[in-house]
T-cell receptor, first 112, second 116 residues
Framework: GQQLNQSPQSMFIQEGEDVSMNCTSS?????WLWYKQDPGEGPVLLIA?????ELTSNGRLTAQFGITRKDSFLNISASIPSDVGIYFC????????????FGKGTHLIIQP | DADVTQTPRNRITKTGKRIMLECSQT?????MYWYRQDPGLGLRLIYY???????NKGEISDGYSVSRQAQAKFSLSLESAIPNQTALYFC???????????????FGEGSRLTVL
């Protein structure tokens, strides 16, 4: 099946630093989504991208849908303690296929 | 907020036992999904359903079965649980309709299953 390569696997940063993570795929996706999972909870949608080249912001978060439709990145500016968690990218292919393919996640840890 | 409820939230069982995880939703979404999460592996699709009585296999359906007897309910069964089915299981929902299908999934809070 389709696979998404998400990197980095984990990040150890200081509060206030900017964060960047990305996902790449060997195949094309028509939708890219970024989710965050807090401990003990299900993933929650952060940003959804629907067009190649689209750049979308949600507060301190910015995500882009790559022009080739095979990649996406998520940036978090000025990180705060509540940003800790696991971030997942997810892609939905076109052609009537259903379900989302998820990356393996980026574990964000903020050091005091 | 899709109001997705999963039961039980935690379950410990023994190898060979039959286990059922329940999922219910209150917002009338037509599509329902079961995912499995393992550390370092992300979320993998087990089964999904577009409507009542409609069942489709996902990436890792072996060892699992599902039932969609009502639009609001989608249950996942392990007929004979084995230790490598120890994982966090998530139910998710979304809607597909005349307007643009955004592909967004809304997740429940998860069911942690441990098979000894």
């Amino acid at each position: 099946g389709q696979q998404l390569n998400q990197s980095p696997q984990s990040m150890f940063i200081q509060e206030g630093e900017d964060v960047s993570m990305n996902c790449t795929s060997s195949s094309i996706f028509n939708t890219w989504l970024w989710y965050k999972q807090d401990p003990g909870e299900g993933p929650v949608l952060l940003i959804a991208l629907y067009k190649a080249g689209e750049l979308t912001s949600n507060g301190r978060l910015t995500a882009q849908f790559g022009i080739t439709r095979k990649d996406s990145f998520l940036n978090i500016s000025a990180s705060i303690p509540s940003d800790v968690g696991i971030y997942f990218c997810a892609g939905r292919p076109g052609g009537g296929a259903d379900g989302l393919t998820f990356g393996k996640g980026t574990h964000l840890i903020i050091q005091p | 907020d899709a109001d997705v409820t999963q039961t039980p939230r935690n379950r410990i069982t023994k190898t060979g036992k039959r286990i059922m995880l329940e999922c219910s939703q209150t917002k009338g979404h037509d599509r329902m999904y079961w995912y499995r999460q393992d550390p370092g592996l992300g979320l993998r699709l087990i089964y999904y359903s577009f409507d009542v009585k409609d069942i489709n296999k996902g990436e890792i359906s072996d060892g699992y079965s599902v039932s969609r007897q009502a639009q609001a309910k989608f249950s996942l069964s392990l007929e004979s649980a084995i230790p490598n089915q120890t994982a966090l299981y998530f139910c998710a929902v979304r809607s597909a309709g005349r307007n643009a299908d955004t592909g967004e999934l809304f997740f429940g809070e998860g069911s942690r299953l441990t098979v000894l």
